[in-house]
């Protein structure tokens, strides 16, 4: 599910050196593209939306249902359990029953984050920044950038990551600057994962060569 530097990511690190050059660029401190105002996390894929409220202490809606300490997540996404930690080192714990091992590093030119690792089994290698996030995680390839304050562009997923892309718009709120890098680098993994948004399942192919019948030959007329 790896691209080369050369296809979106080489893209993203290039529009974020313009972005720098022009001093249009978040902060170096800020790793997203946030919106002026509150409000929920909003993001849609296709024709399949949710929306995720994050308080204080409780990240909740669209299937999540996660308690939020400082330096853990956990609850339940979906049904299934979460368990996520990081009081030193490296993300680790559990999604599902997969084990879930999630590294952070800074971008040597450019700003924001790589995430690498596992994440619910799937193999995880997902920059985020405040000029787009492309990548793996959880199961499902991005690519997206920034246009009007959200980021928008596409996905696939597995098992039909070789499919037609599915359009993406996700829109985050002022809060979640408040949140410590690894929690942002946790919460977004989630979302992002296929069992933040499961993606729609395949459409049945269409038999084209099937006829209507009457009733069976060993059927009389009908009354």
């Given at each position: ?31 997203l ?6 409000g ?15 308080s204080?202490d409780v ?5 999540f249902?996660l ?16 368990d ?43 920059v ?39 359009s ?21 993994s989630?979302l ?15 038999d ?16």
């Amino acid at each position: 599910m790896s691209r080369p530097e050369s296809g979106p990511r080489g893209a993203l690190g290039r529009l974020s050196a313009v972005l720098l050059s022009l001093g249009l660029a978040a902060p170096a401190s800020a790793q997203l593209a946030v919106s002026e105002r509150g409000g929920p996390i909003r993001f849609q894929v296709g024709e399949e939306s949710l929306t995720v409220s994050l308080s204080r202490d409780v990240v909740r809606g669209g299937g999540f249902d996660l308690r939020r300490t400082g330096s853990s997540l956990k609850g339940r996404l979906r049904g299934g359990d979460v368990d996520l930690r990081w009081p030193q080192g490296p993300i680790v714990g559990r999604v599902g029953v997969e084990d879930s091992r999630l590294e952070l590093s800074r971008m040597a030119s450019e700003q924001g984050l790589r995430v690498d690792g596992e994440l619910a089994h799937w193999p995880t290698s997902l920059v985020i920044s405040p000029v787009g996030i492309s990548g793996d995680v959880g199961g499902c390839s991005y690519t997206l950038t920034v246009a009007g304050g959200h980021y928008t562009g596409w996905r696939t997923c597995q098992p039909d990551v070789d499919g037609e892309p599915t359009s993406v718009s996700l829109s985050l709120p002022k809060t979640m600057e408040v949140l410590g890098e690894k929690e942002q680098a946790a919460l977004l993994s989630l979302l992002l994962s296929a069992q933040g948004l499961p993606p729609a399942p395949p459409r049945e192919a269409s038999d084209s060569g099937r006829t209507l019948e009457g009733p069976g030959l060993d059927e009389g007329p009908r009354r």
